[in-house]
């Protein structure tokens, strides 16, 4: 933790919230350490602190070693959040590399909202559970893998410009809700967990007939129907 207080505090020249961000998510990795943080902390209060470690960031103030201590799962929410919210738009899904613990690490925006979500993050040990915002990877695996990460395009986003550059284009959307009668089947009894699954969607002629996009936000989805 001594490494976090550092890298937190703006008055050094290698100060980096980033990077300190890195650092918690390789000391969480650490099962057994994941564990006693959650075991001391109680997420339904940790509010207050998670604000108070926000408004130091905000502020450039340096965290005191105590209170990371005291409260690191408060910490890294704070710092996930703010990090995220300062994050340029031109870089919303730029991954970063940090050298830590003397390896390189790829810091990843997570852009999916309803990954925080899902059943499995939000169980016990689980860092998605904590770090809603970001994930870390390592740039070369146990195995000596490079891994290299690339933001991508989605195809929406090229659908979109080629739209825009129509002097008279048109964009019809298709939305479905689970309340609004959307012709789409749902069982939460396939999983063995109890995720919700889809079972069937109305058939593509039905829908081509419709629209040319399909959102779906319950799944934070799209599709283009071609």
């Known amino acids: 933790m001594d490494r976090v207080a550092q890298l937190l505090d703006t008055a050094r020249e290698d100060h ?13 990795c650490q099962d057994p350490r994941l564990n006693a943080w959650e075991q001391q902390a109680n997420e339904r209060t940790m509010g207050p602190q998670v604000q108070a470690f926000m408004e130091q960031l905000q502020d450039g103030v340096p965290v005191e070693l105590a209170r990371i201590q005291a409260h690191p799962l408060a910490l890294i929410r704070a710092l996930d959040d703010y990090l995220a919210s300062t994050r340029l738009p031109s870089r919303q899904n730029t991954p970063d590399t940090y050298d830590e613990g003397g390896t390189s690490h790829w810091l990843v925006p997570v852009t999916l ?15 998605a559970r904590w770090f809603h915002r970001h994930a870390v990877l390592p740039s070369r695996t146990v195995h000596g893998i490079e891994v290299v990460c690339l933001p991508t ?4 986003d090229i659908c979109l410009e080629d739209l825009a550059g129509q002097a ?9 809700h689970f309340d609004d009668g959307a012709d789409v089947v749902w ?7 109890g995720n919700w699954r889809s079972q069937s969607v109305a058939d593509h002629a039905t829908r081509r007939a419709k629209r040319s996009l399909a959102i779906c936000p319950p799944l934070a989805g799209w599709w283009r129907l071609p």
């Open 153 to 156: 395009r989605a195809q929406l």
């Open 168 to 176: 008279h284009g048109q964009l019809k959307v298709w939305i479905a």
């Open 16 to 28: 980096s919230y980033r990077q300190a961000l890195v650092r918690l998510w390789l000391l969480a």
């Open 187 to 193: 069982d939460q009894r396939a999983s063995p967990i």
């Open 113 to 127: 909202e309803a990954r925080r979500h899902a059943s499995m993050n939000l169980q016990p040990a689980r860092l």
